[in-house]
């Protein structure tokens, strides 16, 4: 396993990001690079300093002993991403899963957790949940919601590659290890239906169905969801493309996911890696492990005390070598999940429980509609209009689709879904105020809005957030009005549940008041960053219909 990750890794550093666009590497193949010492990168380094966390704290690790073991063991050199922005929180005293969740890492979306604990899925041989739940936990150091999908079903398909050599299938159970509703289940049933319906018509093309996930994933049909190479979905969907049309074969396989293009060092690693574990050391192609090329010397270039905690960087250490200590992990798991290890003469027989169906994390379906007054308001006939200091009504870019900020979600963290922005290229066109409102047909009575702050776009990608200055996607400072008789006021009795904070994504603020009528219900407040420009996820509102019995009136009070 680690070898396959290692030549699938130098196999494609030499294109990495450079066909990320609508067409793949034109090349029929690319050259190996096999190596004597083979110098470790962030798609095993960070595995590597995972592997020292579970020897030294044990499966039970808590949030502070990985903390405490990624500050000692790491530096700025060799991180990037997600895997970047999390260190520097743990400087600043956060701990997994804070410097992972969308709240604090700009960089949530990326491939980070799902390169960096593929070890974890290896270390649980015939054991899916172990390795989803530990997946899981490790993946959340960096990630949210789909990207941590995307490492748990990359952890279940190594786990079960010890006993099932069919890569189709490896997929299916791979799938049915993550929530439907997560957009990384979205891109793998896609990219396997694609790939179901070449078999059927009997010509395999890869090309063709790397079109089909290009298409759907960052060109036209992609609702403008993709980010950028390092993406986790965009990567996921190349992964499982490349192990379904390599057809178990190491070298294919490998050379598919290189030329398949986008973090194409990090994609043939995960696949490499998986069929390390179904052919063994032995199954792998001659050529690519012969000894007078391919050495056992795993160099650390970047994560400092290890494996030797006295001494200085580089370090070396044998593949051999991490080999016995994931095995030892591996007995150990296997013990604390009901097996049992006995003697046969000369070898060690492990006993592994057969797996249960993995319980898949809690689904989180997109709603069906908006909640609160707006539902009431539909549900009687009365329209309700959202407008904003800059208005754009294309529902197939989700930056663009003003009537989604009522549509009721509120959590983009497993459909993957970019919050509405106001962005305005000329400086010139920019509004003064930045503003969302909901508009009323008829009059109703407001009682309370909660607004779902949307994210923080960053300007430089490997760059601190807290040292970055966003083009934008925050209020400076933030007013609720509602409007009566073509006047917005603020109304009386306003309370706040927490204040804006420059440096946090994804708040959701309520504000409450003294029930108020109008027809018409906003934000508004100084849009922030260097394009000065704000994101809302949702506008939700609470009160009743004027028609209600039991409703009151309190007229709102002037500005």
């Given amino acids: 396993m680690w070898l396959g990750q290692l030549v699938g890794n130098a196999a494609g550093r030499a294109t990495e990001g450079l066909y990320n666009g609508s067409s793949p590497n034109p090349d029929d193949s690319v050259p190996w690079q096999i190596k004597q010492i083979w110098d470790a990168d962030d798609d095993t380094d960070v595995e590597y300093i995972a592997l020292h966390t579970l020897f030294a704290c044990g499966f039970d690790c808590n949030s502070d002993q990985i903390a405490d073991d990624w500050t000692t063991h790491m530096t700025a050199d060799g991180i990037y991403v997600a895997n970047k922005q999390a260190w520097r929180l743990m400087l600043d005293g956060h701990t997994p899963p804070e410097t992972g969740s969308r709240t604090y890492n700009q960089h949530c979306y990326s491939i980070d957790s799902q390169i960096c604990t593929e070890i974890l899925g290896a270390v649980s041989p015939g054991l899916p949940q172990a390795a989803v739940d530990l997946a899981g936990k490790f993946g959340r150091i960096t990630n949210e919601g789909f990207a941590v999908h995307a490492a748990q079903f990359y952890a279940a398909m190594y786990a079960q590659a010890f006993f099932e050599p069919n890569v189709v299938e490896l997929v299916s159970r791979g799938l049915e290890a993550i929530p439907a509703s997560s957009r990384t289940a979205a891109v793998v049933r896609d990219v396997l239906g694609w790939y179901t319906d070449d078999v059927n018509d009997g010509s395999l093309d890869w090309r063709a169905t790397r079109e089909r996930l290009y298409d759907n994933y960052q060109g036209a049909d992609s609702f403008g969801r993709y980010y950028n190479w390092v993406e986790s979905t965009i990567n996921t969907g190349a992964t499982v493309l490349a192990l379904l049309y390599g057809?178990?074969?190491?070298?294919?396989?490998?050379?598919?996911?290189?030329?398949?293009?986008?973090?194409?060092?990090?994609?043939?690693?995960?696949?490499?890696?998986?069929?390390?574990?179904?052919?063994?050391?032995?199954?792998?192609?001659?050529?690519?492990?012969?000894?007078?090329?391919?050495?056992?010397?795993?160099?650390?270039?970047?994560?400092?005390?290890?494996?030797?905690?006295?001494?200085l960087l580089p370090q070396s250490d044998t593949i051999s070598g991490i080999a016995i200590h994931m095995l030892l992990l591996?007995?150990?798991?296997?013990?604390?999940?009901?097996?049992?290890?006995?003697?046969?003469?000369?070898?060690?027989?492990?006993?592994?429980?057969?797996?249960?169906?993995?319980?898949?994390?809690?689904?989180?379906?997109?709603?069906?509609?908006?909640?609160?007054?707006?539902?009431?308001?539909?549900?009687?006939?009365?329209?309700?209009?959202?407008t904003a200091s800059v208005q754009r009504y294309n529902s197939k870019l989700d930056r663009n689709n003003l009537p989604s900020i009522l549509d009721g979600?509120?959590?983009?963290?497993?459909?993957?879904?970019?919050?509405?922005?106001?962005?305005?290229?000329?400086?010139?066109?920019?509004?003064?105020?930045?503003?969302?409102?909901?508009?009323?047909?008829?009059?109703?009575?407001?009682?309370?809005?909660?607004?779902?702050?949307?994210?923080?776009?960053?300007?430089?990608?490997?760059?601190?957030?807290?040292?970055?200055?966003?083009?934008?996607?925050?209020?400076?400072?933030?007013?609720?009005?509602?409007?009566?008789?073509?006047?917005?006021?603020?109304?009386?009795?306003?309370?706040?549940?927490?204040?804006?904070?420059?440096?946090?994504?994804?708040?959701?603020?309520?504000?409450?008041?003294?029930?108020?009528?109008?027809?018409?219900?906003?934000?508004?407040?100084?849009?922030?960053?260097?394009?000065?420009?704000?994101?809302?996820?949702e506008l939700e509102v609470e009160g009743d219909l004027c028609e209600d019995p039991n409703a009151t009136t309190i007229d709102a009070t002037d500005q």
């Fill in 247 to 311: 057809g178990g074969d190491f070298k294919q396989t490998v050379q598919i996911a290189v030329l398949a293009g986008w973090d194409c060092d990090c994609n043939p690693a995960t696949a490499g890696g998986l069929l390390g574990i179904i052919h063994g050391f032995t199954g792998l192609p001659s050529d690519l492990t012969d000894p007078n090329v391919c050495g056992d010397v795993y160099q650390n270039v970047s994560r400092p005390g290890l494996p030797v905690a006295s001494a």
């Fill in 409 to 537: 979600v509120t959590d983009n963290s497993y459909n993957g879904r970019k919050p509405y922005y106001t962005y305005v290229s000329d400086a010139n066109d920019r509004p003064v105020a930045d503003w969302y409102a909901l508009s009323f047909s008829e009059e109703v009575q407001f009682s309370e809005l909660t607004f779902h702050e949307g994210d923080v776009v960053w300007s430089k990608l490997n760059t601190y957030y807290r040292e970055d200055e966003p083009l934008g996607g925050y209020f400076e400072n933030l007013a609720v009005q509602i409007r009566r008789d073509g006047q917005y006021r603020e109304p009386a009795g306003l309370t706040v549940s927490e204040d804006l904070d420059r440096f946090r994504m994804y708040q959701a603020i309520t504000f409450r008041f003294a029930p108020t009528i109008g027809d018409a219900i906003r934000i508004v407040g100084t849009a922030g960053g260097s394009k000065r420009f704000t994101t809302i996820l």
């Fill in 330 to 386: 591996a007995n150990e798991n296997v013990l604390r999940n009901g097996g049992s290890l006995t003697s046969d003469g000369n070898d060690v027989v492990l006993l592994i429980p057969e797996a249960d169906a993995v319980a898949v994390e809690f689904e989180k379906p997109d709603p069906n509609g908006p909640f609160g007054l707006v539902a009431k308001a539909l549900a009687a006939g009365i329209t309700v209009t959202p």
